[in-house]
T-cell receptor, first 115, second 114 residues
């Protein structure tokens, strides 16, 4: 099975612009989570989507949004970019078939640099 | 609220020596615990996980971890490290069910010296 894929792998944007990142989960996985990773804050949970619905949300401003499509692919969008949004954005998928005994599998990440 | 503490920010080990990375957690119920490894510029790769049962868990690449409920710990061990083990290691606790999520520690960077 192919792993989690994320596109693009690298992005350079300027302040005030917006950006859309894409994630394709492992085939059959219905849950997609997004994380922001920075040297100062570590891995921070952004949100999780399951069956096209946002099921869980971290503590990020409304500039960060996401969605999930019927094929479980997910996108996240960041509007009005700030310098502090520079980070590695990681997507993770899980099958979500049981009562919580699930494992998240991560993609390679999208490295976003905001200038 | 659930939390994970990895007390060691950076550890340096000689190649061939044994390794133990510490992880302490706080969780209201029986924890689900994970160790992930991240190489520079890469995503996270699952090393091993604990859901229930045997408290000594075997993972990939020769790693193992032991769940100790009395100490709220889930330390990662390897008897003999290889230069390719140099990476950052993350411990996580949580359950992917309903509105729950995983919480990650801040990571331990492992350097291997010849």
């Amino acid at each position: 099975k192919a792993g989690v894929t994320q596109t693009p792998r690298y992005l350079i944007k300027t302040r005030g612009q917006q950006v859309t990142l894409s994630c394709s989960p492992i085939s059959g996985h219905r849950s997609v989570s997004w994380y922001q990773q920075t040297p100062g804050q570590g891995l921070q949970f952004l949100f999780e989507y399951f069956s096209e619905t946002q099921r869980n949300k971290g503590n990020f401003p409304g500039r960060f949004s996401g969605r999930q499509f019927s094929n479980s692919r997910s996108e996240m969008n960041v509007s009005t970019l700030e310098l502090g949004d520079s980070a590695l954005y990681l997507c993770a998928s899980s099958a979500t078939i049981g009562q919580g005994e699930e494992t998240q599998y991560f993609g390679p990440g999208t490295r976003l640099l905001v200038l | 609220a659930q939390s994970v503490t990895q007390p060691d920010i950076h550890i340096t080990v000689s190649e061939g020596a044994s390794l133990e990375l510490r992880c302490n957690y706080s969780y209201g119920a029986t924890p689900y615990l994970f160790w992930y490894v991240q190489s520079p510029g890469q995503g996270l790769q699952l090393l091993l996980k604990y859901f229930s049962g045997d408290t000594l868990v075997q993972g990939i690449k020769g790693f193992e971890a032991e769940f100790k409920r009395s100490q709220s710990s889930f330390n990662l061990r390897k008897p003999s490290v290889h230069w390719s083990d140099a990476a950052e290691y993350f411990c996580a606790v949580g359950k992917l069910f309903g509105n729950e999520k995983l919480t990650f520690g801040t990571g331990t960077r492992l350097t291997i010296i010849p």
